[in-house]
């Protein structure tokens, strides 16, 4: 969930709790980050949201965020376990970066010694590693690149977020602009997508601070499921109407609880309620959501900019905004 004004996430929570082992499958342990000010506060648990007493607490939890998400794990790579469970957690340059992906990546599948066991096994599949730990960014020497961060777990879905991280890190010595973040990290998934295009299938949120998140979607079906692994989205913003949640009898009229201003962007594996207009995203889409707000373009990130809304650190230097607006050929007014 992404916000223009703090918001409450009781009412979506609800509904997607019940995924967790109820109305779907996802049993496999679930977890919450909620971003307050530079800090994030978290919750995991390995059993299942649906009868999980800590989701009970949160879901009726009195705090309000900007930024926040929360996933519903049915393992495919790695056992159930807490260190298994999303959204995972790092710091990078100063920031709380946060991570939680739905999908199937080849690319990022762990190679076992032999007994060493999966989903079913002894506790060595709990175990992350970082022998086969893919490096991302086509640099020109990879035996040079340092590999700062590891995996703790053993999900695909963690290596492929400390894989990003890895180069991120080792790309930029200056913040980068969020235009600049954005087009890179669309770079990054492509290169991921192009190791195996038919078995990759790559859904993510990536919040990066209090204020943004991206969610990226190369969606598609596992083998022999009609399951379909993607990402939508929808905005409510003025006039607001009711929504009812469609995994429990329970519903809530926006226009008597929302304040004039107000707009909040959920997004969704699938979408959460019946009578809203979800939007999903499209084959390799990157989108920024920022106050509510889709930005699908590098150059529509300059609005997160302009208003403050940017990676913000104490520890490496401000990005130069004049250099990447030329870049992009943006200029205050220019309409996006």
């Given at each position: 969930m992404n916000c223009r004004t703090p918001t409450d996430f009781s009412f979506s929570f609800r509904g997607f709790a019940r995924r967790g082992g109820d109305t779907d499958v996802h049993s496999d342990g679930w977890g919450l980050a909620i971003y307050e000010g530079r800090g994030v506060r978290t919750f995991h648990d390995p059993s299942p949201a649906a009868d999980s007493p800590i989701a009970a607490f949160v879901?009726?939890?009195?705090?309000?965020?900007?930024?926040?998400?929360?996933?519903?794990?049915?393992?495919?790579?790695?056992?159930?376990?807490?260190?298994?469970?999303?959204?995972?957690?790092?710091?990078?340059?100063?920031?709380?970066?946060?991570?939680?992906?739905?999908?199937?990546?080849?690319?990022?599948?762990?190679?076992?010694?032999?007994?060493?066991?999966?989903?079913?096994?002894?506790?060595?599949?709990?175990?992350?590693?970082?022998?086969?730990?893919?490096?991302?960014?086509?640099?020109?020497?990879?035996?040079?690149?340092?590999?700062?961060?590891?995996?703790?777990?053993?999900?695909?879905?963690?290596?492929?977020?400390?894989?990003?991280?890895?180069?991120?890190?080792?790309?930029?010595?200056?913040?980068?602009?969020?235009?600049?973040l954005h087009d890179t990290?669309?770079?990054?998934?492509?290169?991921?997508?192009?190791?195996?295009?038919?078995?990759?299938?790559?859904?993510?949120?990536?919040?990066?601070?209090?204020?943004v998140q991206f969610a990226y979607s190369w969606?598609?079906?596992?083998?022999?499921?009609?399951?379909?692994?993607?990402?939508?989205?929808?905005?409510?913003?003025?006039?607001?109407?009711?929504?009812?949640?469609?995994?429990?009898?329970?519903?809530?009229?926006?226009?008597?609880v929302a304040r004039e201003g107000d707009r909040v962007a959920v997004i969704a594996t699938k979408p959460l309620t019946v009578d809203e207009d979800w939007i999903e995203l499209g084959k390799g889409e990157l989108v920024l959501f920022d106050e509510g707000e889709p930005h699908a373009e590098p150059a529509e990130c300059f609005e997160s900019e302009l208003r403050g809304h940017g990676l913000k650190s104490d520890a490496i230097p401000r990005p130069s905004l004049e250099e990447d607006m030329e870049r992009y050929d943006f200029f205050v007014g220019s309409g996006i």
């Open positions: 879901g009726a939890y009195p705090v309000k965020t900007y930024n926040m998400m929360a996933h519903i794990r049915f393992g495919t790579e790695g056992r159930t376990c807490l260190e298994n469970v999303h959204p995972f957690q790092r710091e990078l340059w100063g920031i709380q970066f946060v991570f939680a992906h739905n999908g199937d990546v080849p690319m990022f599948k762990r190679k076992r010694e032999a007994g060493e066991a999966g989903d079913s096994g002894s506790e060595k599949g709990c175990r992350g590693g970082m022998a086969d730990l893919p490096i991302l960014g086509r640099a020109e020497d990879d035996s040079a690149r340092t590999r700062v961060y590891n995996p703790v777990g053993g999900t695909d879905s963690e290596a492929i977020f400390c894989s990003l991280l890895n180069a991120l890190r080792a790309r930029f010595d200056a913040l980068p602009s969020l235009p600049v990290l669309r770079t990054l998934c492509e290169e991921v997508v192009e190791s195996d295009p038919e078995g990759t299938i790559l859904n993510f949120l990536l919040g990066c601070g209090q204020h969606p598609g079906k596992r083998p022999g499921s009609d399951v379909w692994n993607g990402l939508h989205y929808v905005v409510r913003e003025a006039p607001f109407s009711t929504a009812r949640l469609s995994d429990c009898d329970y519903e809530v009229d926006f226009s008597e």
